[in-house]
């Protein structure tokens, strides 16, 4: 049971408090669902007494790529900077040396921060989170920019997985990120990351809860794709009575860039969301990834919500 302080904290630093549907009692109904199947993972680890809580997930390919343990938290509260030091105290304790702890929180989160910048945390980002109503949808907008470009669905029959994952590795060589700015990670992680996130997506893609979008030129020649994703939550969906999707990766061909692909083929994704009675669609980017927000501005998106990305190495 979650000590009431602490959801409201939680309740507080989330991106879910920013839509309307979400009031603070069905928020901690649907927490309490999420801590408790999130805690049969025996790979995961949830910390929780009456002054703080934080659930650690595993990460099981950045665990194999990075040769250590790896673990996400996405949700921790812990009410002043003191008790935080603790929290962290605990988490290390709690974990094999050499483990890596990946904190991804609200940038309002002042006790958390602090703590972490005094136990030697590396700041790695700092993203910022779109949201989009569907009643604010430009639909005659994203219904011009289908039909000026040529664009179609992945298909599974025609190699398109090793299309995106050509397309991937071209797109993210050297490309500076999180991974790439951490003097303590042995190396760049990111193309293999993602080559490995592509063939997931693909997977959920048969089942109809994911959607690979490939772009290609005149020629015939692959120049860009992206993955949405409908986030397929039935304790979200009975709780809040909403639906949401979700822009995950966008992926494009140096010689294909400048030349709205990436405006068409979200505006093409959008379009699927609409069709499928998605209420809102998220999306994220680092905060320095300017061209992305700036589509995503015009097509009706807006900003709601800021994150940091902290890498604590133990």
């Not at 408090?17 to 603070?24: C, G």
């Not at 939550?233 to 140096?254: A, C, K, M, Q, V």
Request: charged content about 30%; hydrophobic content about 35%.
């Amino acid at each position: 049971m979650l000590e009431e302080e602490l959801v409201k904290d939680l309740f507080m630093h989330d991106l879910l408090s920013h839509l309307n549907e979400v009031s603070h009692e069905k928020y901690r109904t649907y927490l309490e669902r999420k801590l408790k199947e999130k805690s049969y993972d025996r790979n995961n680890i949830f910390i929780n007494n009456r002054n703080y809580m934080a659930i650690l997930e595993y990460n099981s390919p950045a665990s194999e790529l990075l040769s250590n343990k790896t673990y996400y938290i996405f949700k921790a509260s812990c009410p002043d900077s003191k008790k935080c030091l603790e929290l962290l105290k605990i988490i290390k304790e709690s974990l094999d040396p050499g483990s890596l702890v990946i904190f991804r929180i609200s940038t309002e989160n002042y006790p958390l921060i602090s703590a972490l910048t005094h136990t030697g945390a590396i700041l790695t980002e700092t993203q910022i989170i779109y949201l989009l109503k569907r009643d604010k949808m430009n639909l005659e907008y994203v219904m011009n920019m289908r039909e000026k470009y040529l664009d179609r669905a992945f298909h599974p029959g025609l190699n398109d997985l090793e299309t995106i994952k050509q397309l991937i590795r071209i797109s993210f060589k050297n490309y500076p990120n999180r991974f790439s700015v951490d003097p303590f990670l042995k190396r760049n992680i990111t193309v293999e990351l993602y080559e490995k996130w592509a063939e997931s997506v693909i997977k959920k893609s048969m089942d109809g809860g994911a959607f690979a979008l490939v772009v290609r030129e005149e020629k015939g020649k692959p120049c860009a794709g992206a993955f949405e994703e409908i986030k397929e939550d039935r304790d979200f969906e009975e709780i809040f009575n909403l639906r949401t999707g979700e822009f995950l990766l966008y992926f494009s061909h140096p010689e294909c860039r400048g030349k709205n692909y990436y405006t068409m083929i979200t505006s093409y994704g959008l379009k699927i969301f609409y069709d499928l009675g998605i209420d809102y669609v998220i999306t994220e980017t680092h905060i320095d990834n300017r061209y992305p927000q700036y589509v995503w501005v015009k097509q009706g998106f807006r900003p709601v919500y800021s994150r940091y990305t902290f890498n604590l190495h133990l």
